[in-house]
């Protein structure tokens, strides 16, 4: 399909405000990779395969936020156990999302629209939520300026299909503004407002499994 001119505009603006992005942060990229290197050690980056537009895979990039210690048979440990103090204040600040910017520079993801969520999540979709695919995943986006990790999955998947259907560059520049507001007052972190792991998504009821 054609993209229209509100695609290309969005395309454009995603390119100006990445790349601006990573100059006037590269300070801050410097810093906290320093302090991860010291606190967690190697690697920095933590790379891991999600969905992108029409649910092909990419590698998204975030810091990373949890230790490799494992188990005596060498697994490792579940998340909760392996997040530090430091990874949760590196999260609830949603300072570990900014390498994303490299993503959003690649065309893999957009500033706004749906989250990237896991590969294994795919198959619990409904045809309905499976729509959140239709887009760019986004570093933020509709669900997460209305309650974040605060809300249900379902209610999150409704409003990123409504996103889909109701996308443009104002609401885009409306969700970025919200959005600085929001990581400032660190509203709905999550569902408890203390931890920062959020509980996986196993499919709707009415989902065939």
Do not use: C
């Amino acid at each position: 399909m054609k993209p229209n001119q509100n695609d290309i505009l969005k395309r454009l603006l995603d390119i100006v405000t990445s790349v601006a992005g990573l100059i006037f942060l590269s300070p801050v990229y410097l810093v906290l990779g320093l302090v991860i290197y010291f606190k967690l050690g190697l690697p920095i980056i933590f790379k891991q395969k999600r969905p992108g537009l029409h649910g092909e895979p990419f590698i998204m990039y975030k810091f990373r936020s949890m230790t490799n210690e494992r188990d005596d048979q060498g697994n490792l440990l579940d998340n909760e156990e392996r997040l530090t103090p430091f990874g949760k204040k590196l999260r609830s600040t949603s300072l570990d999302e900014l390498p994303e910017l490299v993503n959003v520079l690649k065309g893999d993801m957009s500033l706004v629209g749906p989250r990237p969520l896991k590969m294994e999540y795919l198959p619990r979709y409904s045809e309905e939520q499976a729509r959140r695919h239709e887009v760019r995943p986004g570093v933020t986006g509709w669900a997460q300026v209305n309650g974040r990790n605060a809300v249900s999955w379902e209610k999150r998947f409704e409003m990123d299909v409504w996103y889909v259907d109701h996308h443009s560059l104002w609401l885009d520049i409306k969700i970025i503004a919200k959005t600085l507001n929001i990581v400032l007052t660190k509203q709905g972190v999550s569902p408890g407002g203390d931890k920062v792991i959020t509980v996986p998504f196993q499919g709707s009821d009415n989902n065939e499994q």
